[in-house]
């Protein structure tokens, strides 16, 4: 069995705020093909350029301070709507996994590089599409950072 298939699977959305309220902290969402892909080189490449970085591109999940008293539910939702528009744009077979590790840099758009990285778990499609429903529910007009690729 590879990584991929050993990793627990987080199927709601409230079990994912769960986990990011326990840790309070150190967890990243990377969008690929998964741990047993990207654990091989522990390194992402800049795309544009072709230089190898000093660890995974991921996105943290860590609550900001300035998030104040929010619900952690949103900010876990907005940090998965913000990237979902990956799985159309990088091609079939890349998912959403949760890692924990150590910050080693930071990347072309500014996004932290992680080495050291600990697979936790995978999302299922269903966590995606609640973070989405989150986001719709909003008052205020949010959009993917593709705006063009939203769905």
């Given at each position: 069995m590879s990584t991929w298939d050993d990793l627990p699977v987080v199927n709601t959305l409230a079990e994912l705020t769960g986990l990011v309220e326990e840790r309070q902290g150190g967890l990243y969402v990377r969008w690929s093909k998964g741990p047993d892909i990207d654990l091989g080189e522990v390194s992402s490449t800049d795309e544009l350029t072709g230089v190898p970085m000093p660890g995974l591109s991921a996105n943290p999940l860590d609550v900001e301070d300035w998030w104040q008293d929010r619900p952690v539910r949103l900010w876990v939702a907005r940090r998965l709507y913000?990237?979902?528009?990956?799985?159309?744009?990088?091609?079939?077979?890349?998912?959403?996994?949760?890692?924990?590790?150590?910050?080693?840099?930071?990347?072309?758009?500014?996004?932290?590089?992680v080495e050291d990285v600990r697979p936790l778990c995978h999302l299922a499609d269903e966590v995606i599409d609640e973070a989405r429903a989150e986001v719709d529910r909003q008052e205020h007009e949010w959009g993917p950072l593709r705006r063009g690729a939203r769905g």
């Open positions: 913000d990237y979902a528009h990956l799985p159309h744009e990088k091609g079939p077979g890349v998912r959403p996994w949760i890692l924990e590790g150590r910050e080693n840099g930071r990347g072309p758009d500014n996004e932290p590089l």
